[in-house]
């Protein structure tokens, strides 16, 4: 009898079974069905047909729910960052309640988007909580929800990816040997120099990754741009979850491939980007 051992090949499969499967099952099957679906072959439809990405490419709504989606990605992510890298320099170091800050920050983990939607409704929208208490200074809040510029989204995807993000370029920091710094420093290098010339580049994957998955979830994001996004344009989320309710199954799985390709071209790029990073410093190393 031939044992495992003497088959590498069947168990690297055997190992490598349980992971690829799950993402199988869960993943590329949905996709595989949501693919079909957009040219009319499945989810009760049955004749192959273009329409329903004709519908969407030749949209003007579409097109703007694409570009607010991407916006609602983007613009987050950008003040997610600077707050996170500032709070994961801030962990590095020992002060009077670190472990409990420690704790408290990570809180929106938890919390569902749906209510930190409210949350920032009942805070920020006029005539909200804080406006209340700028009243007796003779203020008032500009439109922060449902604003044209998305300023309520932005808030509430920040808080809700902050903690993912500080956890993740936390990490990278780590990770950086301390003889690094140490090394920079002794060379003459102040602490803002040693920072964007050594630990800064050396943590750029790390963070480069917390950037490209924040970016991900926040663009496919529905509950925030719903709840306190604009009326119009809308992101292709809400715009998907509508054409849901009236029905139409179709657009539904074109407006989610495009949002799957779209995702999907970033993290190619990201990986093509990365890999000729890598290759370049290797040939620097050389």
Do not use: C
């Amino acid at each position: 009898m031939i044992s495992l051992h003497e088959r590498p090949a069947l168990q690297t499969v055997l190992l490598l079974l349980p992971g690829v499967g799950f993402l199988i099952v869960l993943f590329g099957f949905p996709l595989l069905t949501a693919l079909w679906g957009s040219f009319g072959l499945a989810g009760g439809l049955s004749a192959f047909t273009l329409k329903y990405y004709g519908k969407f490419f030749t949209s003007h709504v579409m097109w703007r729910g694409l570009t607010t989606s991407i916006y609602y990605g983007v613009a987050p992510v950008l003040v997610t960052l600077v707050l996170a890298i500032g709070l994961a320099l801030l962990l590095r170091h020992h002060f009077m309640g670190r472990k409990l800050f420690n704790g408290l920050y990570k809180i929106p983990m938890a919390v569902p988007s749906i209510i930190a939607s409210l949350m920032v409704l009942t805070l920020f929208e006029q005539g909200g909580f804080v406006e209340r208490l700028l009243l007796p200074l003779g203020l008032h809040l500009p439109k922060l929800v449902r604003d044209p510029w998305g300023v309520g989204v932005i808030m509430a995807t920040t808080w809700k990816q902050l903690p993912f993000m500080t956890l993740v370029i936390t990490g990278a920091f780590t990770s950086i040997p301390a003889d690094m710094r140490h090394a920079a420093r002794s060379l003459g290098a102040n602490p803002v120099a040693t920072f964007f010339y050594v630990e800064l580049p050396l943590a750029l994957p790390g963070i480069t990754a917390a950037i490209l998955l924040t970016f991900i979830g926040s663009m496919g994001s529905f509950a925030i741009p719903d709840l306190i996004g604009a009326p119009s344009p809308s992101a292709l989320s809400v715009l998907m979850v509508r054409a849901f309710a009236q029905g139409d199954v179709g657009q539904v799985y074109a407006i989610g491939m495009v949002l799957s390709g779209f995702a999907i071209a970033v993290l190619i790029l990201y990986y093509a980007l990365t890999s000729n990073a890598h290759a370049r410093a290797g040939r620097h190393h050389e």
